[in-house]
């Protein structure tokens, strides 16, 4: 029976994730919302750097460790990039960014034909800096994410940071593994390469939900945010009375962007000031409020939970569920079981 190493089949079960996503990615499509082409070019590249440590550890190939090392520094910037994407527009040209995230990949080219032996330590420097990266941006929480909609914001947010986390520990991984051909001449390294294999099937699963599910419609209109700045107080009551008056919370694809423009208001501001005053984040009050009116739809109406759930603006029943019980402590069926029957 013929040898297939374990990196092998990793590089299956990504070229599997990929077409999944690449599969809700047309969907999202079709509703106008772009793909996040740097995470799926990542899968991708996860996929033939799986391949290529088949190559390299199951079979002995060592011509591929020519290839590797480069595909291994386009990683972090794929990461950052599709993080990017989920956080802001961004003022630079797509040809300048390109060039600034492409820098380490020619750096470690660079290295290859000079200095070999020099890539164990920068590789690590790179996945430590861009995931200090991601950090820099999440640093605000899940308000960071301003065109993720509210729905899924948390979601997102804590993928992302394992994600940033998830860089540092391949970073600590690729550090053990140099440290493994100094002291043991490489005796562990092929099982500490095939965690780093497992590790980085683990980034791309959380790089296929944010794909999936992070990015709303991009806004076509720009509005001009007041001359002055309202104070708490006024942000808040505006905030509250598109909730109550317009109920802008069943739009399933709101996010802080959006919000903003609806309410004319920075969106920083608005961050700032529910923050302040509640203690809560943004998509936490918004999914207040949908949380709120499905209370009334389970107790007044006897609609299924499930067309409850998108009445309100959610549009999966794992967010729906765990929103529900964060609020309620019970989820949907238990608080209408409590409930009398509608009349």
Same mark, same amino acid.
């Given at each position: 029976?013929?040898?297939?190493?374990?990196?092998?089949?990793?590089?299956?079960?990504?070229?599997?994730?990929?077409?999944?996503?690449?599969?809700?990615?047309?969907?999202?499509?079709?509703?106008g919302?772009?793909?996040?082409?740097?995470?799926?070019?990542?899968?991708?590249?996860?996929?033939?750097?799986?391949?290529?440590s088949?190559?390299?550890?199951?079979?002995?190939?060592?011509?591929?460790?020519?290839?590797?090392?480069?595909?291994?520094?386009?990683?972090?910037?794929?990461?950052?990039? &599709?993080?990017?994407?989920?956080?802001q527009?961004?003022g630079?040209?797509?040809?300048?960014?390109? &060039?600034?995230?492409?820098?380490?990949?020619?750096?470690?080219?660079? /290295?290859?034909?000079?200095?070999?032996?020099?890539?164990?330590v920068?590789?690590?420097?790179?996945?430590i800096?861009?995931?200090g990266?991601?950090?820099l941006?999440?640093?605000?929480?899940?308000?960071?994410?301003?065109?993720?909609?509210?729905?899924?914001?948390?979601?997102?947010?804590r993928?992302?940071?394992?994600?940033?986390?998830?860089?540092?520990?391949?970073?600590?991984?690729?550090?053990?593994?140099?440290?493994?051909?100094?002291?043991?001449?490489?005796?562990?390294?092929?099982?500490m390469?095939?965690?780093g294999?497992?590790?980085?099937?683990?980034?791309?699963?959380?790089?296929?939900?944010v794909?999936?599910?992070?990015?709303?419609p991009?806004? #076509?209109?720009?509005?001009?945010?007041p001359?002055?700045?309202?104070?708490?107080?006024?942000?808040l009551?505006?905030?509250?009375? /598109?909730?109550?008056?317009?109920?802008?919370?069943?739009?399933?694809?709101?996010?802080?962007?959006r919000?903003?423009?609806?309410?004319?208001?920075?969106?920083?501001?608005?961050?700032?000031?529910?923050?302040r005053?509640?203690?809560?984040?943004?998509?936490?009050?918004?999914?207040?409020?949908r949380?709120?009116?499905?209370?009334?739809?389970?107790?007044?109406?006897?609609?299924?939970? #499930?067309?409850?759930?998108f009445? =309100?603006?959610?549009q999966?029943?794992?967010?729906?569920?765990?929103?529900?019980?964060?609020v #309620?402590?019970?989820?949907p =069926?238990?608080?209408?079981?409590t409930r009398?029957?509608?009349?």
């Amino acid at each position: 029976m013929p040898f297939i190493p374990l990196s092998f089949v990793v590089a299956i079960l990504l070229l599997i994730l990929f077409v999944t996503v690449m599969k809700s990615s047309d969907e999202s499509a079709s509703i106008g919302r772009a793909p996040n082409a740097p995470f799926l070019v990542l899968i991708l590249l996860s996929a033939f750097q799986a391949f290529l440590s088949g190559l390299r550890w199951g079979y002995g190939i060592e011509e591929v460790m020519y290839v590797a090392p480069v595909g291994a520094a386009l990683v972090p910037p794929l990461v950052y990039c &599709g993080v990017a994407k989920l956080v802001q527009k961004s003022g630079v040209s797509s040809g300048a960014r390109l &060039g600034l995230h492409a820098i380490p990949a020619i750096l470690v080219v660079l /290295l290859m034909t000079v200095w070999r032996s020099a890539i164990d330590v920068v590789l690590p420097a790179i996945f430590i800096g861009y995931a200090g990266a991601i950090l820099l941006l999440m640093r605000s929480g899940p308000d960071a994410l301003r065109r993720t909609p509210f729905e899924s914001a948390t979601s997102v947010y804590r993928a992302l940071i394992f994600a940033a986390v998830t860089l540092l520990l391949s970073a600590a991984l690729d550090l053990l593994v140099f440290l493994d051909f100094s002291w043991t001449q490489g005796r562990h390294a092929p099982a500490m390469v095939a965690i780093g294999n497992l590790l980085a099937l683990i980034i791309l699963s959380i790089a296929s939900a944010v794909a999936v599910r992070g990015r709303a419609p991009a806004e #076509t209109d720009d509005v001009k945010p007041p001359v002055d700045e309202p104070t708490d107080k006024e942000t808040l009551g505006a905030i509250r009375s /598109l909730m109550e008056t317009k109920r802008v919370y069943r739009d399933p694809d709101l996010n802080l962007d959006r919000l903003a423009r609806k309410a004319v208001l920075p969106a920083r501001q608005i961050s700032t000031a529910i923050n302040r005053t509640t203690g809560k984040n943004v998509s936490q009050f918004v999914n207040d409020f949908r949380i709120a009116d499905a209370c009334r739809l389970l107790a007044d109406t006897d609609k299924s939970v #499930t067309e409850v759930m998108f009445e =309100v603006g959610f549009q999966t029943k794992s967010n729906f569920n765990r929103e529900f019980r964060r609020v #309620t402590d019970m989820t949907p =069926v238990q608080w209408r079981q409590t409930r009398p029957n509608p009349t």
